[in-house]
C-alpha cells in the first residue's frame, strides 16, 4: 500500500528561511517527506528579499512544496499565473481552485483565497459561483466518496460546533460560510486552513447520519499557526495518508471513538407536526397523575424570564390530544396526587404501581408523543431535570436508567428508575439490555456518545431507547410487534434489581394513602435538588 508522509504548515508569511529550516530539521530527524502543503498567507509585505535567492534559483526548497494564492491585493503580484504555475524550483502555486492528483492518486482540493459576495471575485478571493463550480466538477465524478486532502485558506465557519473548544477563535463568526458548504460537500478526510493564527486540531466528525446513512469516512479538520509565531504554536503538521482509492472499505469506514456530529449539517428544521396515529393496542390506563395546588411543588421560573427578555420564542406548539390523555396536565381524567415537581413546561411524577418507591417519570406539560417531537425549550427543561434527578440520586448511592417508549403510547414518558450503585455497573446494566434484547431478537443499537436521539429518528417513528446516566444510550427502531414491558422486564431481572414480579405495573397497584405518603417523601428529599 502507498503510505505518504506529508507535512501541512499554516501561513508562512515571506518568513522561508524559519520554515525551510525547520522542515530539513523534521526530516533529519524523521526521515523524508513526501510534500509540504502551504495553506494562508505564503508571502507577506517583508517577503522580497528572502523570495529572491528562491526565485532565481540562488536557494532550492528542500521538498516539494505546494502553495495557495494571495488572500490580499498586497501579494498578488508574487503569483504570475493566477491559474496555478511553478514559483521557483520545488515550489508551486496549485491555481485559485481544483483537484490536484498525485502520482500515488491521492487526491487534494484547493480553493485559495478569502470570501467575497462579489460575484466577480478579485483575484485574491473566490465567490460562490467558485465554490459550486469546485463542488460540480468533483461530485459530478463517479462514484465520489470525498477527497483525501482540502487545503484552503480561511476557516469554516462553524467548525466548532459539538466540538471540543477552538480556544479564543469564535467558530460561529470566524471564517467562510462558502468553505463550510465546500467542506460538507467534499467530505476530505483531512482539511487544513490558516489565517487566523492560531492551531487548533478539531475532534473528527462523520459524514453520515448514524443508523440512517451507510457508514463513511471521518473528516479531521486543522488550523495551523503562523511560521515563527512567537507563542509556539503549531504551524507545522505531519501526517500519514494512504489514498482513499487504495484502501480497505471496512478500515477506511472505522468511525474513533472521539469523533463527533457533522459540524456543518444544517440543523434538522422543526418538523411539521404529524398527528400521532392512535394504535389500536394502546396500553390501557395512565402510570402517572399531577396535582395542580399550590403543594405539589413549585413552579421554576423560565431561563427567558429570569433574563427580563419578555419576547417569547418561536416554539414548536404541542398538538392536541385526539381524545382525552391520561398525560397532559390539564386533563379533568387525572388523580391528583403523585406530582413531585411542575416546571415550566415539564414536570415529574412518581409512576403509579413503580418499580421501586422512587420511580419516577419525566413528562411535559403540553401533549408531545416522543422526545424527537419537543421543542427546544421543552428538550431543555428535561435535560435540568435529567441533570438534577442524576444528582438527586448519586446523594442517595444511586445511579438512574432512563428509558422511553414510543409505541402505543399517546404522550410522551420518560421513566426513570435508580439502581443502586453497589448492585451494578452502568455497564453491567448496557450489557443486560442487549442480551435480553437479543434474546426477543430486538436489534438494540449503540448510539455514538456525540449524537442524541433526535439524530437517528424522525417524528412519527416508533422506538425504544435507553439512557444511563453516564451519557450511554440505546436505540431500537420498532417495525412489528414490540414487548411493551421491555425495559421495566430488563430491570426488573435477576440481572439487575431482581424484581421479576415487578415487571408488570399493573400487578404493583398500590393503596391511594401509600402513593401520597411516597409522594410525599420524594417530594421532601427531592427539594434541595429541585
Known sequence: RSV????????????????????????????????????????????????AEYRTGAKKAPIPTYVLGANDQETVSY???????????????????????????LQIAYLSGTETQDELAPAYSFSAKDVAELKTSLLSTPNFKGVDILLTSPWPRDVGTFANSAGEIDTKKCGSKLVSDLAASLKPRYHFAALEKAYYERLPYRNHTVLRETPQHVS?????????????????????????????????????????????????????????PLYAEEEPACQFFFDLNKHQGKKRPSDEKERGNSQPKQAKKPSQPTGPCWFCLASPEVEKHLVVSIGTHCYLALAKGGLLPDHVLILPIGHYQSVVDLSSEVVEEVT????????FF????????????????????LQVIPVPL??????DIKESFIVQAQEQQIELLEIPEHSDITQVAQPGTPYFYVELDTGEKLFHR???????????????????????????????????????AQARDFRRDFQPFD
Open 4 to 51: 505518504s508522509c506529508r507535512l501541512a504548515c499554516g501561513d508562512v508569511e515571506g518568513r522561508l528561511e524559519a520554515l525551510f529550516g525547520r522542515v530539513r530539521a523534521i526530516q533529519g530527524k524523521s526521515g523524508r517527506f513526501d510534500m509540504l502543503l502551504c495553506v494562508g498567507n505564503f508571502f507577506g509585505s517583508t517577503s522580497e528579499t528572502e523570495w
Open 79 to 105: 503569483f504570475p499565473d493566477i491559474s496555478g504555475c511553478e514559483l521557483a524550483e520545488n515550489i508551486t502555486y496549485l491555481g485559485r481552485r481544483g483537484l490536484y492528483s498525485g502520482t500515488s492518486g
Open 220 to 276: 479531521r479538520f486543522i488550523a495551523l499557526a503562523d511560521v515563527g509565531n512567537t507563542s509556539k504554536k503549531k504551524y507545522l503538521y505531519a501526517f500519514s495518508i494512504v489514498p482513499m482509492s487504495l484502501m480497505d472499505p471496512a478500515e477506511l469506514v472505522k468511525q474513533p471513538q472521539d469523533v463527533t456530529e457533522n459540524p456543518y449539517r444544517k440543523s434538522r428544521k422543526e418538523a411539521q407536526k404529524t398527528k400521532a
Open 384 to 391: 435540568k431535570y435529567k441533570s438534577a434527578l442524576k444528582e
Open 394 to 413: 448519586r446523594s442517595k448511592g444511586k445511579r438512574y436508567v432512563l428509558f422511553e417508549r414510543n409505541y402505543r403510547s399517546q404522550h410522551l414518558q
Open 422 to 427: 453497589d448492585h451494578c455497573t452502568s455497564e
Open 478 to 516: 420498532i417495525r412489528g410487534r414490540f414487548p411493551l414491558h421491555f425495559g421495566r422486564s430488563v430491570l426488573a431481572s435477576e440481572a439487575l434489581l431482581a424484581l421479576p414480579q415487578r415487571a408488570d405495573w399493573r400487578r404493583c397497584a398500590a393503596e391511594r394513602a401509600e402513593e401520597a
